[in-house]
């Protein structure tokens, strides 16, 4: 009995630090470290030596955010893919199924986003 709850102890104890150290490090060595006489110049957004102008919020097209998300979309795809092919031999035909499955809904949202011209550039 005493064993079943010294594992759990070890996990408590990662838990622990796993919050602590980080949570440590910024609150306490941060403060320490950092430089205590921020003057105005050193306040100054610096951008390649050149003094910034204009505005710093500049509004992007769409398209990029809907380019970003069809590539996370298919690189998700992959990551199923390598397990599924590494365990192949132990899934069996309900495996392959699955998968075909799988790979027919992403065909069908490329297709989809092919129609409303997602993926052209313009």
């Not at 070890?10 to 630090?17: G, N, Q, S």
């Not at 306490?28 to 957004?45: D, S």
């Not at 309900?94 to 993926?119: C, D, H, P, Q, S």
């Amino acid at each position: 009995m005493v064993s079943y709850w010294n594992s759990y102890l070890f996990i408590f104890l990662f838990l622990v630090l796993g919050l602590v150290l980080p949570i440590g490090a910024i609150m306490v060595v941060g403060p320490l470290l950092r430089p205590k006489n921020p003057t105005p110049e050193k306040l100054t957004t610096y951008e390649s030596g050149v003094e910034p102008f204009g505005e710093a919020h500049v509004r992007y097209n769409v398209r990029y955010y809907l380019f970003a998300l069809m590539f996370v979309a298919f690189d998700v795809e992959v990551m199923f893919l390598y397990p599924w092919a590494v365990t192949f031999d132990s899934l069996g035909l309900f495996g392959l199924v699955e998968m075909l499955v799988f790979l027919g809904l992403l065909a069908i949202g490329l297709i989809y986003a092919w129609k409303k011209k997602v993926l052209e550039w313009k």
